[in-house]
């Protein structure tokens, strides 16, 4: 049986790949999540006698190390951090303080017999493209954004302990996933939420910087692909959708759907942290998927019918 590790594993992304990767009874997974970002109802389903839940501090080498030696897992999915814009903006040196936890992490994953640990980096770490679409190895990182900055120093991290030790990893750079259960920090859940209220859609700035979106089920399928195929071992690879919108069009979109009766509401553009355009290069993901990526349709749709959204 393989033991693995999701840390962050109550927050909206770990939380589904828990779920994932509970349904295959070859799988013994632990969770640990101190709560900062992360729901217990994201944990609802989390049940199964190949399953077991410790609220726990990664930035504590104490709280961490006691079980990662306990257990000694095979696999480790680090996904920890705290995340949304504007916590991040308002919190700086808490954010810094997560590349403790990335130390923690890789110290014991080497220390006890971890095979291969699974990074969760981010499409921030880019910054103002330089290049579309936004590729792996040719983008340069140039974000100086704290939050940017602990993504790149943690996929250095990883770089560094494969290169002196041999600890293998893999490194996903998530371009905005979204779907149920997704917090109302990101633009997405906060959309639906307030057209379904019928209250006016904030957007920053004009609108016209531009994301893309993808499915929940799309980041988990690519992902836990590359785990059970060993495919992108000491690699990186974008995790999103490469088909752009505007914040504006999304907003519009959002509205259709959803039948409201809500306005959109322009406010003054955020200080920092709201790059121009988004749009990555996905080509490592689609080989890792046999089929198509879900449509933003269809997304939002799923995401109105199931109407479960975290605070």
Request: aromatic fraction near 10%; charged fraction near 25%.
């Amino acid at each position: 049986m393989r033991k693995i590790l999701i840390t962050g594993g109550a927050g909206f992304i770990g939380s589904a790949l828990a779920d994932k990767l509970i349904a295959d009874p070859d799988n013994y997974v632990v969770v640990v999540d101190n709560y900062l970002t992360g729901k217990t109802t994201n944990l609802d389903r989390f049940k199964g006698v190949n399953a077991k839940f410790i609220k726990c501090d990664v930035n504590s080498f104490r709280d961490i190390s006691q079980v990662m030696i306990a257990y000694s897992f095979d696999y480790v999915f680090h996904y920890a951090a705290v995340v949304g814009v504007q916590r991040t903006l308002r919190n700086p040196v808490m954010v810094l303080q997560d590349i403790d936890g990335i130390k923690n992490i890789l110290e014991l994953s080497k220390n006890t017999g971890v095979r291969r640990v699974f990074f969760s980096s981010s499409s921030e770490v880019y910054g103002e493209p330089v290049e579309l679409p936004q590729n792996e190895t040719t983008t340069p990182l140039n974000s100086r954004l704290p939050y940017a900055v602990v993504k790149n120093v943690g996929e250095s991290f990883c770089r560094s302990f494969q290169q002196e030790f041999g600890l293998n990893f893999t490194i996903f750079r998530f371009f905005n996933t979204y779907g149920p259960r997704q917090s109302t920090d990101f633009v997405m859940s906060r959309f639906i939420r307030s057209a379904l209220a019928n209250k006016p859609i904030t957007i920053y700035g004009d609108g016209s910087q531009t994301r893309t979106f993808c499915y929940i089920d799309d980041n988990i399928d690519a992902t836990t692909n590359a785990f059970y195929k060993e495919r992108f071992v000491n690699d990186v690879v974008n995790i999103g959708n490469d088909i752009e919108v505007s914040i504006k069009e999304l907003a519009e979109q959002v509205i259709a759907l959803t039948n409201s009766q809500s306005k959109i509401r322009f406010v003054s553009a955020l200080k920092e942290g709201d790059m121009r355009r988004r749009m990555p290069d996905i080509s490592k993901m689609h080989s890792l998927l046999d089929r198509p990526l879900l449509p933003l349709e269809k997304g939002i749709m799923r995401v109105i019918q199931e109407g479960n959204f975290v605070q």
